[in-house]
Nanobody, 126 residues
Framework: QDQLVESGGGSVQAGGSLRLSCAADKCTYARNYLTWFRQRPGKEREGVAAISTSSGRTTYADSAKGRFTISQGIRGNSAYLEMNSLKYDDTAVYYC???????????????????WGQGTQVTVSS
């Protein structure tokens, strides 16, 4: 059952920006990572950016480095994804997820996450 709530998606021209938000205060499982995933048309879900809720350390997919910034709210029950210089290939449904990830190298493995949102659509026109 989805218990995270994403918002902020929409349509934007290439080169534009969007800020996604995730309300993460309703999941009951233990977690140490808040992560943004996306699923592009015809592709598997992939990790975009993650943040450790304890240390604040961030990790990014190569496609997101230098353009996207993940952050968390002061109380650690929300997450944000600032997306700049958007490209057509960024078009996807973006999901927020939280989980207990002990091996940081597995941050983008969907099986590490126990709580998900319903997703928010981001459409970038070229």
């Amino acid at each position: 059952q989805d218990q995270l709530v994403e918002s902020g998606g929409g349509s934007v021209q290439a080169g534009g920006s969007l800020r996604l938000s995730c309300a993460a205060d309703k999941c009951t499982y233990a977690r140490n990572y808040l992560t943004w995933f996306r699923q592009r048309p015809g592709k598997e879900r992939e990790g975009v950016a993650a943040i450790s809720t304890s240390s604040g350390r961030t990790t990014y997919a190569d496609s997101a480095k230098g353009r996207f910034t993940i952050s968390q709210g002061i109380r650690g029950n929300s997450a944000y994804l600032e997306m700049n210089s958007l490209k057509y290939d960024d078009t996807a449904v973006y999901y927020c997820a939280e989980g207990l990830v002990w091996d940081g190298d597995r941050w983008s493995d969907v099986s590490e996450y126990t709580c998900w949102g319903q997703g928010t659509q981001v459409t970038v026109s070229s």
